[in-house]
């Protein structure tokens, strides 16, 4: 292992790569009901607090260097153990891997990293971020047909994820899953997103194994503690690179900016020290007994916050439940390449949908150019909130998701969307997100 991530370390380049990372969406002046999700990693906007006792005894077990150093040398070994949070149930992983390893095994076994910018390599160059490094690591080691996948998106959360999980992951047969959300925030509308999204991963056909990786911003913020009281209803392990480095940069063992260049996305070395601690809990898990019999998740488990989630999903174009009626200026294409399905306008107008839901929100592209504008979104005619595409001065453009409208009640509904603002009327809505 140490080989393995010193190579990695040895060939890093000493550039990082600023890639986008969500920002706040930023709602109309105009009232409304709008929950604005997709918070900004870089804003920084939540603090270590998650579980302080646990925290306290990880770190009097395994303390902090006792001087300073330079994070190009390597991680020591006590922020390796305190990066296990949660161990949690490791059986579905064992069993898994048992898969990887048995050069008998006549089957594919697919790995899926699930996320957003950080899980999609922003920060580290080329082949050395973290997901390139573990997906390394199955190939230099397996011993049967390991395949690795990256269903990751910059600039986006669990509650898009939680609606776009079962067309992008589940529906391709995963064998484990690793999640990573540092875009969340700590409260419970994150934590009610993650565990809809652990429960649709662990319901799925293949039984897959659910990873969550968790990260830190700079300052310490992070989404750790909403995302670890989801995990630990189930049983998901739970890795943290913020309780690996957190307590060594509070202790001036070395900066922040050592190990991200951004103060959001981990560099070279740290999406090197990210793939150490998942591998080398993957090597805890690959030498501990057999696993036995893996039991299938059960749908009766209870929740912990109502599974409010349960059948979320993306719809647009292409989804044949969903009606559309769109005016004579709301037929344009939609431009990002991963949501090409959607309705767009450059002159304004109305489009309207009838679908059946009990949650609705809207995946829509927020742009820097100054010509996205404002709609006004109404269910069966009462006004629900507003909705600002424009992003003046900002560092790009990116697909934001916004929740309008929840009940406790599933039935069918008229939604009317209307381009409001007089000089910017472009606007890009890429898909629905119900539930």
């Known amino acids: 292992m140490k080989k393995f991530v010193s190579l990695a370390l040895a060939i890093l380049l000493t550039g990082t790569l600023l890639v986008s990372c969500s920002k706040t969406v930023e709602p109309s002046p105009t009232e409304g009901t709008t929950r604005a999700t997709g918070s900004s990693a870089s804003d920084g906007q939540t603090t270590a607090s998650d579980s302080p006792a646990e925290e306290e005894t990880l770190l009097s077990r395994y303390p902090v260097a006792d001087a300073p150093f330079d994070p190009a040398t390597g991680m020591t070994g006590n922020m390796l153990a305190r990066?296990?949070?949660?161990?949690?149930?490791?059986?579905r992983l064992k069993a898994k891997l048992e898969q990887v390893f048995d050069g008998n095994y006549q089957g594919q076994t697919n790995v899926f990293f699930f996320g957003d910018s950080i899980?999609?390599?922003?920060?580290?160059?080329?082949?050395?971020?973290?997901?390139?490094?573990?997906?390394?690591?199955?190939?230099?080691?397996?011993?049967?047909n390991t395949v690795c996948q990256n269903a990751s998106i910059g600039a986006t959360d669990s509650y898009l994820g939680v609606h776009r999980v079962d067309k992008d992951v589940?529906?391709?047969?995963?064998?484990?899953?690793?999640?990573?959300?540092?875009?969340?925030?700590d409260d419970d509308f994150y934590k009610a997103c993650m565990e809809s999204l652990i429960r649709k991963c662990l319901a799925a056909p293949t039984n897959p194994a659910v990873v969550l990786v968790e990260m830190t911003l700079e300052g310490g913020g992070n989404c750790q503690?909403?995302?670890?009281a989801a995990a630990e209803a189930y049983g998901v392990p739970v890795l943290s690179y913020?309780?690996?480095?957190?307590?060594?940069?509070?202790?001036?063992?070395?900066?922040?900016?050592?190990?991200?260049?951004?103060?959001?996305?981990?560099?070279?070395?740290?999406?090197?020290?990210?793939?150490?601690?998942?591998?080398?809990?993957?090597?805890?898990?690959?030498?501990?007994?057999?696993?036995?019999?893996?039991?299938a998740f059960d749908p009766a488990t209870p929740s912990i916050t109502g599974d409010k989630y349960?059948?979320?999903?993306?719809?647009?174009?292409?989804?044949?439940?969903?009606?559309?009626?769109?005016?004579?200026?709301?037929?344009?294409?939609?431009?990002p390449s991963k949501f090409k399905k959607g309705w767009a306008t450059d002159n304004?107008?109305?489009?309207?949908?009838?679908?059946?839901?009990?949650?609705?929100?809207l995946l829509f592209y927020k742009t820097t150019d100054g010509k996205t504008g404002i709609v006004k979104v109404e269910i069966d005619g009462v006004q629900?909130?507003?909705?600002?595409?424009?992003?003046?001065?900002?560092?790009?453009?990116?697909?934001?998701?916004?929740?309008?409208?929840?009940?406790?009640?599933?039935k069918t509904h008229t939604v009317t969307i209307t381009v409001t603002s007089a000089n910017k009327k472009h606007f890009e809505i890429l898909s629905l997100l119900m539930s």
């Open 225 to 228: 503690s909403a995302h670890l």
């Open 170 to 185: 589940l529906s391709k047969e995963p064998d484990i899953i690793f999640i990573e959300f540092i875009n969340d925030s």
């Open 83 to 91: 990066s296990v949070r949660f161990e949690g149930d490791t059986s």
């Open 242 to 295: 913020h309780d690996a480095v957190t307590p060594e940069i509070e202790a001036g063992n070395f900066a922040f900016r050592a190990i991200s260049g951004d103060g959001t996305h981990p560099n070279g070395v740290g999406h090197a020290w990210v793939a150490e601690i998942v591998t080398h809990f993957l090597e805890q898990v690959k030498a501990a007994p057999a696993a036995g019999t893996v039991t």
């Open 348 to 361: 304004g107008g109305t489009i309207t949908f009838e679908a059946e839901f009990a949650n609705f929100g």
């Open 310 to 335: 349960a059948n979320a999903g993306i719809y647009d174009k292409d989804s044949a439940t969903l009606t559309a009626t769109p005016d004579a200026n709301f037929t344009l294409d939609t431009k």
């Open 119 to 144: 899980s999609d390599g922003s920060g580290a160059s080329g082949s050395l971020s973290f997901r390139k490094l573990v997906a390394k690591w199955f190939t230099d080691n397996a011993k049967s």
């Open 384 to 410: 629900t909130g507003f909705v600002n595409g424009n992003f003046p001065d900002g560092w790009g453009d990116y697909p934001a998701a916004v929740e309008l409208y929840t009940s406790n009640e599933v």
